[in-house]
């Protein structure tokens, strides 16, 4: 069970042309001083676009094939319309993928994973949750006000965990908490037996419980634990049972057994999108102590490396690709929120279903209906009203060249992956996967940067798995194209890493941020444990300088860099208060302090593009979703202007703005976007992984990517132009198939 852990501003001037910051305007509706184009006004415009599009199509993310071309892009959304069309035909439409969340214990998934797990189950996704323990913790079911009096019972605990997950799962999924399960025991790879459930209305609902003993402590040395277990401090972690259970034998797992029986589950499955915790949150600087439950981050290494064995079949058996997402736990308490209002309501009723608020005996079980100890305070530390992605927040991982040709940076299967299509008019191929190192594994979220030569270079983190514990390591790498519009790229360059040993932080450093000033040269900013910025820069003959230290305290998230006008490097980085900022005096000088930006808190990640002569940072206001920008420049110092708040669909997570497109998640899981400020945002029904990116294509076009819960890559585009509109998305490689 979760233990919890103990000046705005607006209106700006509003830019004109692509360039400019947009004007406010909230979902369906037009802010003030902005117009709707007449009728026959956006006729014409959508003819401009359509015959803009048609002139591109053979080869082209607007293509269909044959007359379905120009029928296609006749479908291009209106500006009043719920959602872009997909240009597929239902035999190449988008496969729904299957889902697969492992968790450490019962409700880390509705907790930490919700309001994901809701969309996907709601639009028809096959999900399948994973419980590693049975988060038995001191057996005792009951509320702080008669823990004392209530004698503990660990089975019974574990049971009435379980029977308040089943009533979540069953009204997520059927509106009724009393929708029946059928429950049976499968054998798992690790020689053990695990409880399998699936909902009789929906069969696509699945519940698999491991239940193996759980730490019972955030971060105490217990031995008998998934740590424990990792450590060598124990060399077999034995079962816990849940009373009413249909398994009957106990069973104890080694270290290996329990990578085997995750991998077990993986196979079975054949998931597109595996969900997990993160496998590296950090501590606390002023006392040590991790800030996430040792079950929750140690469960999430074991997913990594029956997911690192599952990628090493990936050439020898037909199955789909997968992607992984990871997921922030308790430390989202202590950060801004993200989800609106009637989101976190949303979240919060599910919580409601698994802490059996209403006492009533719905599932007459004498071990209870759910988890008392969740009833007095369902909400958490404020864990129901936010949600984020431990990695992947990344939107630069979409890139143009000088031929017009589109490339495309993804990890599936451990390993990046790459998508391509060569100019305007060429035909799309991938994904290839470029080779790994042996023993690690990608990490979620590439950046990628054009090199003054035209060259594509591509940034990451990856995890390494040696022979004992203390081998635990995530580094940051790149790789380089040969040439500029090469298939081929170099070998992976090791940039380390800033923290000595997993120890001190648990190797918590986050994605790479990435640009090149005026000078050609590269540097590399992360955050590290210690929550400050550190940064490599490349000299002019290739070699690279140590990790620098540039200061900053209480960062979160993923830095942001981009380069001005000027060619100077602009970083920013959010806090649980306001944005931070590091700017270079000219290009190829040394970064400047960090700098007070006075801007507000900022619900987590932020994005930052050049242009305007600055740097031009989107990010989203706290409890909303609402998108928010302002223009960042470096004359004569940092400052800051133009902050506006542009609405939205009332979504979370990243956003990527490219000329006048600007898109991110909405409300629902699908993706939102803007391609002209006055307008109200426009609906996709793809659901997908990470992050979106987009890039300019040439000087008239902006295209936009997402790799959605298929795993598969989506692809689309639009004029660069403020009445355009996105053309159908096109997905890219072979339809996924089911297991």
Same mark, same amino acid.
């Given at each position: 069970?979760?233990?919890?852990?103990?000046?705005?501003?607006?209106?700006?001037?509003?830019?004109?042309?692509?360039?400019?910051?947009?004007?406010?305007?909230?979902?369906?509706?037009?802010?003030?001083?902005?117009?709707?184009?007449?009728?026959?006004?956006?006729?014409?415009?959508?003819?401009?676009?359509?015959?803009?599009?048609?002139?591109?199509?053979?080869?082209?993310?607007?293509?269909?094939?044959?007359?379905?071309?120009?029928?296609?892009?006749?479908?291009?959304?209106?500006?009043?319309?719920?959602?872009?069309?997909?240009?597929?035909?239902?035999?190449?439409?988008?496969?729904?993928?299957?889902?697969?969340?492992?968790?450490?214990?019962?409700?880390?998934?509705?907790?930490?994973?919700?309001?994901?797990?809701?969309?996907?189950?709601?639009?028809?996704?096959? /999900?399948?949750? #994973?419980? !590693?323990?049975?988060? +038995? =913790?001191?057996? $005792?079911? *009951?509320?702080?006000?008669? %823990?004392?009096?209530?004698?503990?019972?660990?089975?019974?605990?574990?049971?009435?965990?379980?029977?308040?997950?089943?009533?979540?799962?069953?009204?997520?999924?059927?509106?009724?908490?009393?929708?029946?399960?059928?429950?049976?025991?499968?054998?798992?790879?690790?020689?053990?037996?695990?409880?399998?459930?699936?909902?009789?209305?929906?069969?696509? /609902?699945?519940? #698999?419980? !491991?239940?193996?003993? +759980? =730490?019972?402590? $955030?971060? *105490?040395?217990?031995?008998? %634990?998934?740590?424990?277990?990792?450590?060598?401090?124990?060399?077999?972690?034995?079962?816990?049972?849940?009373?009413?259970?249909?398994?009957?034998?106990?069973?104890?797992?080694?270290?290996?057994?329990?990578?085997?029986?995750?991998?077990?589950?993986?196979?079975?499955?054949?998931?597109?999108?595996?969900?997990?915790?993160?496998?590296?949150?950090?501590?606390?600087?002023?006392?040590?102590?991790?800030?996430?439950?040792?079950?929750?981050?140690?469960?999430?290494?074991?997913?990594?490396?029956?997911?690192?064995?599952?990628?090493?079949?990936?050439?020898?058996?037909?199955?789909?690709?997968?992607?992984?997402?990871?997921?922030?736990?308790?430390?989202?308490?202590?950060?801004?929120?993200?989800?609106?209002?009637?989101?976190?309501?949303?979240?919060?009723?599910?919580?409601?279903?698994?802490?059996?608020?209403?006492?009533?005996?719905?599932?007459?079980?004498?071990?209870?209906?759910?988890?008392?100890?969740?009833?007095?305070?369902?909400?958490?530390?404020?864990?129901?009203?936010?949600?984020?992605?431990?990695?992947?927040?990344?939107?630069?991982?979409?890139?143009?060249?000088?031929?017009?040709?589109?490339?495309?940076?993804?990890?599936?299967?451990?390993?990046?992956?790459?998508?391509?299509?060569?100019?305007?008019?060429?035909?799309?191929?991938?994904?290839?996967?470029?080779?790994?190192?042996?023993?690690?594994?990608?990490?979620?979220?590439?950046?990628?940067?054009?090199?003054?030569?035209?060259?594509?270079?591509?940034?990451?983190?990856?995890?390494?798995?040696?022979?004992?514990?203390?081998?635990?390591?995530?580094?940051?790498?790149?790789?380089?194209?040969?040439?500029?519009?090469?298939?081929?790229?170099?070998?992976?360059?090791?940039?380390?890493?800033?923290?000595?040993?997993?120890?001190?932080?648990?190797?918590?450093?986050?994605?790479?941020?990435?640009?090149?000033?005026?000078?050609?040269?590269?540097?590399?900013?992360?955050?590290?444990?210690?929550?400050?910025?550190?940064?490599?820069?490349?000299?002019?003959?290739?070699?690279?300088?140590?990790?620098?230290?540039?200061?900053?305290?209480?960062?979160?998230?993923?830095?942001?860099?981009?380069?001005?006008?000027?060619?100077?490097?602009?970083?920013?980085?959010?806090?649980?208060?306001?944005?931070?900022?590091?700017?270079?005096?000219?290009?190829?000088?040394?970064?400047?302090?960090?700098?007070?930006?006075?801007?507000?808190?900022?619900?987590?990640?932020?994005?930052?593009?050049?242009?305007?002569?600055?740097?031009?940072?989107?990010?989203?206001?706290?409890?909303?979703?609402?998108?928010?920008?302002?223009?960042?420049?470096?004359?004569?110092?940092?400052?800051?202007?133009?902050?506006?708040?542009?609405?939205?669909?009332?979504?979370?997570?990243?956003?990527?703005?490219?000329?006048?497109?600007?898109?991110?998640?909405?409300?629902?899981?699908?993706?939102?976007?803007?391609?002209?400020?006055?307008?109200?945002?426009?609906?996709?029904?793809?659901?997908?992984?990470?992050?979106?990116?987009?890039?300019?294509?040439?000087?008239?076009?902006?295209?936009?990517?997402?790799?959605?819960?298929?795993?598969?890559?989506?692809?689309?585009?639009?004029?660069?132009?403020?009445?355009?509109?996105?053309?159908?998305?096109?997905?890219?490689?072979?339809?996924?198939?089911?297991?």
């Amino acid at each position: 069970m979760p233990e919890p852990l103990s000046p705005d501003g607006s209106g700006g001037a509003r830019g004109s042309g692509r360039h400019g910051a947009r004007g406010r305007h909230d979902d369906g509706h037009h802010g003030s001083g902005a117009s709707r184009p007449g009728t026959r006004t956006r006729r014409a415009r959508l003819v401009k676009v359509v015959g803009f599009c048609a002139a591109t199509v053979a080869g082209t993310m607007l293509v269909l094939r044959g007359n379905d071309a120009l029928q296609g892009l006749g479908a291009v959304a209106a500006p009043d319309s719920k959602a872009s069309a997909l240009t597929a035909s239902p035999a190449d439409g988008p496969d729904p993928g299957r889902v697969l969340q492992i968790v450490a214990h019962p409700d880390d998934d509705l907790y930490f994973m919700n309001p994901d797990l809701r969309y996907s189950i709601a639009s028809g996704h096959p /999900v399948t949750s #994973v419980y !590693l323990t049975s988060g +038995e =913790a001191d057996g $005792v079911n *009951a509320g702080s006000a008669k %823990s004392a009096t209530t004698p503990p019972n660990k089975p019974a605990y574990a049971e009435a965990r379980q029977n308040g997950i089943r009533a979540a799962y069953a009204k997520m999924a059927t509106g009724d908490r009393d929708s029946a399960w059928k429950r049976t025991v499968i054998p798992t790879k690790g020689g053990g037996r695990a409880e399998l459930d699936v909902l009789v209305a929906k069969p696509a /609902v699945n519940l #698999v419980w !491991l239940q193996m003993r +759980e =730490a019972g402590h $955030v971060f *105490a040395d217990r031995p008998d %634990s998934l740590h424990g277990l990792w450590d060598g401090k124990v060399p077999r972690l034995e079962s816990m049972l849940a009373s009413g259970t249909p398994v009957k034998q106990d069973f104890s797992y080694t270290k290996d057994q329990v990578v085997q029986s995750v991998l077990g589950v993986l196979e079975r499955y054949e998931p597109t999108t595996v969900r997990s915790q993160d496998p590296s949150p950090g501590r606390f600087p002023a006392t040590g102590r991790y800030t996430d439950h040792q079950d929750h981050f140690y469960g999430a290494r074991f997913v990594q490396m029956a997911l690192a064995a599952y990628a090493r079949d990936v050439d020898a058996k037909d199955r789909p690709h997968f992607a992984v997402q990871n997921y922030l736990g308790y430390f989202n308490g202590s950060l801004p929120s993200a989800l609106d209002p009637g989101e976190a309501k949303e979240k919060l009723d599910i919580l409601d279903t698994y802490a059996w608020t209403d006492k009533q005996n719905h599932c007459g079980s004498v071990a209870g209906c759910g988890d008392l100890k969740v009833a007095e305070h369902p909400q958490g530390n404020n864990w129901t009203s936010s949600i984020n992605y431990a990695r992947g927040t990344s939107t630069s991982w979409l890139a143009s060249d000088k031929e017009y040709g589109l490339w495309a940076f993804k990890v599936l299967d451990g390993r990046l992956a790459l998508w391509h299509r060569a100019g305007l008019l060429g035909e799309w191929s991938g994904p290839r996967l470029l080779p790994g190192a042996p023993g690690t594994l990608m990490d979620q979220g590439i950046s990628t940067v054009t090199l003054k030569d035209g060259r594509i270079a591509a940034f990451a983190t990856r995890t390494s798995f040696g022979a004992g514990p203390a081998d635990y390591r995530r580094e940051v790498v790149y790789t380089v194209q040969k040439g500029p519009g090469s298939e081929e790229f170099g070998d992976w360059t090791v940039l380390g890493t800033p923290e000595a040993t997993d120890e001190d932080w648990t190797s918590d450093i986050s994605a790479p941020a990435v640009a090149v000033d005026g000078s050609g040269r590269l540097a590399v900013y992360v955050r590290d444990g210690a929550y400050t910025l550190r940064g490599r820069v490349q000299s002019a003959d290739g070699h690279w300088g140590p990790w620098d230290h540039y200061g900053g305290s209480d960062l979160h998230g993923s830095p942001a860099a981009a380069t001005d006008g000027a060619g100077r490097r602009i970083v920013l980085a959010a806090t649980t208060k306001t944005v931070l900022g590091w700017v270079q005096p000219g290009a190829g000088a040394a970064l400047g302090p960090a700098t007070a930006t006075g801007l507000p808190d900022t619900a987590l990640p932020i994005t930052a593009e050049g242009r305007e002569g600055g740097v031009r940072l989107w990010f989203r206001k706290p409890s909303s979703g609402n998108v928010r920008t302002a223009l960042i420049t470096a004359d004569g110092g940092l400052k800051v202007s133009g902050l506006t708040d542009l609405g939205g669909l009332s979504g979370f997570g990243s956003l990527t703005a490219s000329g006048h497109l600007l898109a991110g998640r909405a409300a629902g899981g699908q993706l939102g976007s803007d391609v002209g400020w006055g307008r109200p945002w426009e609906r996709s029904p793809l659901m997908f992984v990470g992050a979106p990116s987009s890039t300019m294509t040439g000087k008239g076009m902006v295209s936009l990517a997402v790799v959605g819960l298929d795993a598969r890559l989506y692809v689309t585009s639009s004029a660069d132009d403020p009445d355009a509109h996105l053309a159908p998305w096109r997905p890219v490689g072979p339809r996924t198939a089911g297991p």
